[in-house]
């Protein structure tokens, strides 16, 4: 597990390869991520919007972004948590993610960056 805190908001990332949805012949290899967001600050706040940085071993690098996670923008109120699942393809067996989500203070209204610590996708014979 990758943690890491920003702005005062504590990010936690499991990654779990799925194998029964990958396909090594067709350079189709899927991964899944899960992520925790724990508010550690005084104050409510909102995620607005995500942007990621997916490096593939191949060399390519795309850029995702959009609003909210998995189709909502949750509210975490001081000491609360949001745990969500989504998930990544790769071309390759090896990558890594990083990224930020922008959040709203909704005590003041003002938008605020929190990063997402990098982690890597790595289907595990590779480790071997």
Request: hydrophobic fraction near 40%; charged fraction near 25%.
């Amino acid at each position: 597990m990758v943690s890491a805190i920003s702005e005062g908001i504590k990010i936690s990332i499991e990654t779990m390869f799925q194998e029964q949805y990958s396909n090594a012949e067709n350079d189709h290899f899927m991964f899944a991520y899960k992520i925790n967001i724990e508010n550690l600050t005084d104050f409510p706040v909102q995620l607005m919007s995500r942007k990621w940085f997916i490096f593939d071993s191949i060399g390519e690098t795309r850029i995702v972004e959009g609003e909210g996670v998995v189709g909502l923008k949750p509210i975490l109120t001081p000491n609360e948590s949001y745990t969500y699942v989504s998930g990544c393809q790769l071309k390759s067996e090896i990558g890594s993610m990083r990224g930020k989500y922008s959040m709203l203070n909704l005590h003041t209204e003002r938008l605020f960056d929190v990063e997402i610590p990098e982690f890597e996708l790595i289907v595990p014979f590779k480790l071997n």
